[in-house]
């Protein structure tokens, strides 16, 4: 049973664009939600995360919105670059059980 | 402040053969957690420890096994190597702010 998923599988995005990444989760006693990057040969990095209790959070060009009553949370990156590039993952845990599950990934290709 | 260190890097086993991954965590976090990433099956949690207690467990065969030191050093196991045991494994390291990720030991089973 696949608690988290994620969509698109691939985007692929003009340079300056806007990338939105979706997630949706069925486990209601999730409360955070980081998002992963990952680079061939790298281990995931963690980009940004939420908790439930705010609805948006931003850092920099990457913007986690968290959508509570519908389960959902997505990241969008504003102005797109070539080096954002990657694999990008969603994942959820529960309190303090820090077991995350991860959705399946989105490669993300940003055209020069 | 230095990273999750896992090693070794690589790796080639032959099946039924054992291996030992190494992870060393960021100074000052207790918990440690294992992940198996495949391109089949994403990313798959194994077991995490925390004060060298394992706190949770994934759906894996007792086959994997793990273990934490006093000094937060963990270790994972795999014994009787099977062909689909190929994969990169993750260890990472966690607080209340967020988990970070070594980058991982490729083990390749032929």
């Known amino acids: 049973q696949q608690q988290v998923k994620q969509s698109p599988q691939s985007l692929i995005v003009q340079k300056g664009g806007i990338s939105i990444i979706n997630c949706a989760y069925e486990?209601?006693?999730?409360?955070?939600f980081p998002w992963y990057q990952q680079f061939p040969g790298k281990g995931p990095a963690l980009l940004i995360a939420?908790?439930?209790?705010?609805s948006e959070k931003k850092e920099g060009r990457f913007t986690i919105s968290f959508n509570k009553s519908a389960k959902q949370f997505s990241l969008h990156i504003m102005d797109s670059q070539p080096g954002d590039s990657a694999t990008y993952f969603c994942?959820?845990?529960?309190?303090?059980?820090?077991?995350?599950?991860f959705g399946k990934g989105t490669l993300l290709t940003v055209n020069p | 402040k230095a990273g999750v260190t896992q090693t070794p890097r690589y790796l080639i086993k032959t099946r039924g053969q054992q291996v030992t991954l190494s992870c060393s965590p960021i100074?000052?976090?207790?918990?440690v957690s294992w992940y198996q990433q495949t391109p089949g099956q994403g990313l798959q949690f194994l077991f995490e420890?925390?004060?060298?207690?394992?706190?949770n467990k994934g759906n894996f065969p007792g086959r994997f096994s793990g273990r934490q030191f006093s000094n937060s050093r963990s270790e994972m196991n795999v014994s009787t190597l099977e062909l689909g045991d190929s994969a990169l494994y993750l260890c990472?390291?966690?607080?209340?702010?967020?988990?970070?990720f070594g980058s991982g030991t490729r083990l390749t089973v032929v």
């Open positions: 990472a390291s966690g607080d209340y702010y967020g988990y970070t």
């Open positions: 486990n209601t006693a999730f409360d955070y």
């Open positions: 420890y925390f004060s060298e207690t394992q706190r």
């Open positions: 994942a959820a845990s529960a309190g303090s059980n820090y077991k995350l599950t």
């Open positions: 939420i908790r439930p209790d705010v």
């Open positions: 100074s000052g976090h207790r918990s």
